[in-house]
């Protein structure tokens, strides 16, 4: 589960932020990563790894260029969130055509359509780990009714013989 989202511009200011509970991210890894990726502009990089102490986040963030806005998504190291590109890339849709004003610096009303999508994309990526139906067992298969004797050869039946 993500711990914290935030939107805010290239020139700094936090337009929405999004935590999970009210405790707050350990060692500001937010700021981390702008000093270490953003402000360096290192293009190539969507994920960031960052450790404070015995805490560890993974940052996964996109762009909007023409807007000049960041989407950043901040979990535990620990967890393989596949579904967090996928929830940035909806946000970032659905923020800037919807939501965002140049002039306008907090989007309160953006909580319930980003809580909406990540429940959303939570139960998707939950039905895809979910188990598959269990194989069947070898004698409600098919081939269970030929098995072999123990000379090696298939059994015939009444289908065989007619």
């Known amino acids: 589960m993500l711990d914290a989202v935030q939107i805010f511009t290239k ?4 337009l929405f932020s999004w935590s999970l509970g009210l405790a707050a991210l350990k060692g500001n890894p937010v700021d981390a990563l702008i000093r270490t990726c953003l402000l360096e502009e290192r293009g190539g990089q969507t994920e960031f790894a960052f450790t404070s102490g015995s805490t560890a986040y993974t940052l996964k963030w996109t762009f909007h260029n023409e807007l000049g806005l960041v989407f950043v998504a901040v979990y535990q ?27 306008q610096m907090q989007y309160p009303e953006f909580e319930d359509e980003f809580q909406r999508m990540m429940r959303t994309a939570e139960a998707s990526a939950q039905a895809q780990r979910a ?32």
């Not at 020139?11 to 936090?14: H, K, P, S, V």
Request: hydrophobic content about 40%; overall charge positive; glycine content about 6%.
């Open 77 to 103: 190291r620990i967890l393989a969130l596949t579904y967090v590109d996928a929830l940035l890339e909806g946000a970032k849709d659905a923020f800037s055509a919807r939501y965002y004003k140049p002039k």
């Open 11 to 14: 020139g700094g200011f936090i």
């Open 131 to 162: 188990p598959k139906a269990a194989p069947k067992a070898f004698d409600a298969a098919k081939k269970a009714a030929k098995r072999n004797d123990a000379s090696g050869k298939a059994q015939s039946t009444a289908d065989d013989d007619a």
